[in-house]
């Protein structure tokens, strides 16, 4: 019985090779005859007017929404009433309120972040018209700014969470951010390491696949419209870098 479960398991992981091994033969046969011609004037950077406004303005959008999101539930802990000790519940109404107040504060990090980095490469390129250096300078400016109010409010979604937790508050004087993920993971029960163990583990299998599907697409993007290796060699080397920094914790684990 065993052994039948695990054949018809293994058949639709069959198929599913198969087919993607057929699309894949059909569209490389396609590209290497010739018969998908990319247009050479193909331009992917939406504008209305100037080049790029429409990612920065979606991105600054991004940033704006969280920044509300972020604030708004800064406030609704502030009133929030401790729970009382004799609840039951896995997790109170104010703890789930402040996980989703801390999403919203890492998302808007990382986009902010992006929205500003880009700001600085588009900024820093020749520009010969007038026009678009105001933008660009428009463009730096307005992210920076929103960058350090992220940074500040994240800082105070920080505070609140050792305000809330004081058994094990986030040690903003330490020497290293190491050094404090370290005191932070040492003050958890088990309980809560567990399932820093499977966020950490569901992450990584996410990171990988996400990685694989952009070397693909950059693979995909070289034939149809030019070789461009660096995306390619950046995305393997954090591939790479990702997978030996798990190997190293595991084997460290066995010592």
């Given at each position: 019985m065993m052994n039948k479960s695990n054949s018809n398991s293994k058949?639709?992981?069959?198929?599913?090779?198969?087919?993607?091994?057929?699309?894949?033969?059909?569209?490389?046969?396609?590209?290497?005859?010739?018969?998908?011609?990319?247009?050479?004037?193909?331009?992917?950077?939406?504008?209305?007017?100037?080049?790029?406004?429409?990612?920065?303005?979606f991105l600054m959008l991004m940033v704006l929404v969280l920044l509300v999101a972020n604030v708004t539930g800064l406030v609704r802990l502030k009133a929030m009433k401790?729970?009382?000790?004799?609840?039951?519940?896995?997790?109170?109404?104010?703890?789930?309120?402040?996980?989703?107040?801390?999403?919203?504060?890492?998302?808007?990090?990382?986009?902010?972040?992006?929205?500003m980095v880009l700001a600085m490469a588009y900024a820093m390129r020749s520009v010969s018209v007038d026009r678009e250096n105001t933008y660009m300078l428009v463009n730096l400016i307005a992210s920076l700014v929103l960058f350090i109010i992220v940074a500040v409010l994240q800082n105070r979604t920080l505070a609140m969470f050792n305000q809330m937790y004081p058994h094990r508050k986030i040690n903003f004087n330490a020497s290293t951010s190491k050094e404090t993920e370290r005191e932070l993971f040492a003050e958890m029960d088990e309980g809560e390491q567990w399932i820093v163990y499977r966020s950490a583990y569901s992450a990584y299998r996410t990171a990988n696949a996400m990685l694989i599907g952009g070397i693909v697409f950059f693979l995909i993007y070289s034939v149809a419209f030019g070789f461009t290796p660096l995306p390619i060699i950046v995305l393997g080397l954090v591939w790479l870098g990702?997978?030996?920094?798990?190997?190293?914790e595991v084997n460290r684990q066995y010592r």
């Amino acid at each position: 019985m065993m052994n039948k479960s695990n054949s018809n398991s293994k058949l639709p992981k069959t198929w599913k090779l198969i087919i993607f091994g057929l699309i894949g033969g059909v569209f490389g046969y396609a590209l290497s005859s010739g018969s998908f011609v990319v247009p050479q004037n193909i331009d992917f950077s939406l504008s209305l007017i100037y080049e790029y406004d429409i990612l920065f303005a979606f991105l600054m959008l991004m940033v704006l929404v969280l920044l509300v999101a972020n604030v708004t539930g800064l406030v609704r802990l502030k009133a929030m009433k401790e729970p009382s000790q004799s609840s039951d519940l896995p997790i109170t109404p104010k703890e789930k309120l402040f996980n989703a107040t801390m999403k919203f504060s890492n998302y808007n990090i990382i986009i902010s972040f992006i929205t500003m980095v880009l700001a600085m490469a588009y900024a820093m390129r020749s520009v010969s018209v007038d026009r678009e250096n105001t933008y660009m300078l428009v463009n730096l400016i307005a992210s920076l700014v929103l960058f350090i109010i992220v940074a500040v409010l994240q800082n105070r979604t920080l505070a609140m969470f050792n305000q809330m937790y004081p058994h094990r508050k986030i040690n903003f004087n330490a020497s290293t951010s190491k050094e404090t993920e370290r005191e932070l993971f040492a003050e958890m029960d088990e309980g809560e390491q567990w399932i820093v163990y499977r966020s950490a583990y569901s992450a990584y299998r996410t990171a990988n696949a996400m990685l694989i599907g952009g070397i693909v697409f950059f693979l995909i993007y070289s034939v149809a419209f030019g070789f461009t290796p660096l995306p390619i060699i950046v995305l393997g080397l954090v591939w790479l870098g990702q997978n030996m920094a798990y190997h190293r914790e595991v084997n460290r684990q066995y010592r």
